[in-house]
C-alpha cells in the first residue's frame, strides 16, 4: 500500500509570497494519478488540481501542480489571503486510495 | 452547480450502527460514482467506499465487513451504513462525487461514537 508523505507540515508565509509544498509517495505512482486538495477551516476540502498537473475547474492559475514518479509539488505563486488552508495530495486509482497527512498554510 | 449534503445523527452508542444519507442537489446522481470519506479528529483523511449509481460498490479492506453503500436513484440519494461502531469510527464524514477522486464534496457532518 501506498503512503504520501507531505512536508512541511506547516508554511508560514506573507501573502504576496510564493508558497511550495510537497508530496511524496513511498512508491512510484507515475504522472497521472495524483491529486490536490484544498480545506479551508469548517468547509469541505475543493479540488484544485487533478493528474498531477491539471487545475480544475475555476482553479486560477497562480495554482500548480508537478512532479511524477514518487516527488509530486504544488506551487501557489503569490499568495493570496483566501489561500490560507491545509492542502492534501491524494492518489486516484488503487483501492483504497491514500491521502497525505497534509500541510497548513498559514498567514505569517 | 451540483451540491451535496450529509444528513444523520450526530452522535452513535457503541456497538451500534451509524446511518448516514447524502443528497445531491444540482444535478442528477446517474452516470456517476459516489463516495464516503472520513476524517478522524487529528488524522488524515480516510477513503471509506463507492458506488456506481446502477448499483455496484467498492468498500476499503479494512472496513469491508462493517460498511455498506446504497444508492437511491428516485431521491437522488445514496446513503452508508457503518455497522459495530467503536469510538475509532468517531470522525467527520463527507459524502463525495467521484470514485477515488472527489471532484464535489459535502460539508461533512461530525459523528461521534460514545455512550
Known amino acids: 500500500e501506498i503512503v504520501l508523505t507531505q512536508s512541511p507540515g506547516t508554511l508560514s508565509l506573507s501573502p504576496g509570497e510564493r508558497a511550495t509544498l510537497f508530496c511524496r509517495a513511498s512508491?512510484?505512482?507515475?504522472?497521472?494519478?495524483l491529486v490536490w486538495y484544498q480545506q479551508k477551516r469548517g468547509q469541505a476540502p475543493r479540488l484544485l488540481i487533478y493528474?498531477?498537473?491539471g487545475r480544475a475547474t475555476d482553479i486560477p492559475d497562480r495554482f500548480s501542480g508537478s512532479g511524477s514518479g514518487t516527488n509530486f509539488t504544488l506551487t501557489i505563486s503569490r499568495l493570496e489571503p483566501e489561500d490560507f488552508a491545509v492542502y492534501y495530495c491524494q492518489q486516484y486509482g488503487p483501492s483504497p486510495p491514500p491521502f497525505g497527512q497534509g500541510t497548513r498554510l498559514e498567514i505569517k | 452547480q451540483v451540491q451535496l449534503q450529509e444528513s444523520g445523527p450526530g452522535l452513535v452508542k457503541p456497538s451500534e450502527t451509524l446511518s448516514l444519507t447524502c443528497t445531491v442537489s444540482?444535478?442528477?446522481?446517474?452516470?456517476?460514482?459516489w463516495s464516503w470519506i472520513r476524517q478522524p479528529p487529528g488524522k488524515r483523511l480516510e477513503w471509506l467506499g463507492y458506488?456506481?449509481?446502477?448499483?455496484?460498490?467498492n468498500y476499503n479492506p479494512s472496513l469491508k465487513s462493517r460498511v455498506t453503500i446504497s444508492v437511491d436513484m428516485s431521491k437522488n440519494q445514496f446513503s452508508l451504513k457503518l455497522s459495530s461502531v467503536t469510538a475509532a469510527d468517531t470522525a467527520v464524514y463527507y459524502c463525495?462525487?467521484?470514485?477515488?477522486?472527489?471532484?464535489?464534496w459535502g460539508q461533512g457532518t461530525l459523528v461521534t461514537v460514545s455512550s
Open positions: 512508491q512510484s505512482i507515475g504522472s497521472g494519478s
Open positions: 493528474g498531477a498537473s
Open positions: 444540482g444535478g442528477s446522481i446517474s452516470t456517476y460514482y
Open positions: 458506488i456506481y449509481y446502477s448499483g455496484s460498490t
Open positions: 463525495a462525487r467521484g470514485a477515488t477522486r472527489a471532484d464535489y
